[in-house]
């Protein structure tokens, strides 16, 4: 039984992630800014509302998990945030708001967790595919696309930061998936991935995935950009 820390987890993979790792009988400490009504059928998920882009709020969390949990077996940054809108267009707050949520708040929380995690632990952070450098990218995700190429190259930093102590960093690229999210950033697309699909897989590797990589960035994606 491990105990391990989701965000992003209202809807979507991450709300599938919880329910995954709870049904294994894992202690799941669920983020996001609104509950999903489906956690309080499980005794072994708690809830914490954290604004990720506050970093006196999210070393509060910190503290209290501390308190409660003692140790941190896997963290696993689902959270993210997309904007679809021509680069002439967009604002310089919605364009940090992108990076807040799916860069600053990854560094943030990380930072904040690390002392908690000890010699075979394992952060996972869910990137994109339009985060990969050479792939096909898309006009209009300029903020977003940018953000995840970012977070890929702070966890390869940090697997290196951190290799002594044990604690692997891996990134996992991900190909469009039929979230909410992904519809309301583009009305009507049909996604070749559902949710639940996507989260046994992550799952799987969050468990498993550090014991053959670190640093790494593992594509999973049905098309080859």
């Avoid at 999903?36 to 006196?56: A, R, T």
């Avoid at 690229?173 to 999210?181: K, P, R």
């Avoid at 468990?207 to 594509?219: C, D, I, P």
Wanted: glycine share 8%; hydrophobic share 45%; proline share 3%.
């Amino acid at each position: 039984m491990k105990n391990i820390i989701i965000t992003g987890t209202s809807r979507g993979i991450g709300a599938e992630l919880v329910k995954q790792f709870a049904n294994e009988g894992h202690n799941v400490i669920a983020i996001s800014r609104k509950e999903n009504s489906e956690f309080k059928n499980f005794k072994n998920v708690h809830f914490i509302s954290v604004d990720l882009s506050n970093e006196q709020a999210v070393l509060d969390f910190a503290h209290n998990i501390e308190s409660n949990f003692k140790k941190i077996d896997i963290l696993i940054h689902n959270a993210g945030s997309i904007i679809n809108k021509p680069f002439s267009q967009i604002s310089a707050a919605e364009f940090e708001y992108v990076y807040k949520v799916n860069v600053f708040g990854v560094a943030i929380l990380t930072r904040a967790v690390l002392p908690l995690m000890q010699k075979g632990s394992h952060v996972v952070t869910i990137s994109s595919m339009g985060g990969i450098q050479g792939s096909a990218k898309f006009p209009g995700l300029a903020a977003y696309s940018s953000s995840k190429g970012a977070v890929i190259t702070l966890s390869e930093l940090l697997a290196e930061e951190y290799k002594e102590q044990g604690i692997a960093f891996n990134v996992l690229a991900l190909g469009a998936v039929q979230t909410e999210m992904l519809e309301e950033a583009f009305p009507g697309y049909q996604a070749p991935v559902k949710p639940i699909e996507m989260a046994l897989y992550i799952k799987d590797f969050a468990l498993t995935g550090n014991t053959f990589f670190n640093g790494k960035v593992l594509q999973v994606s049905q098309s080859t950009p």
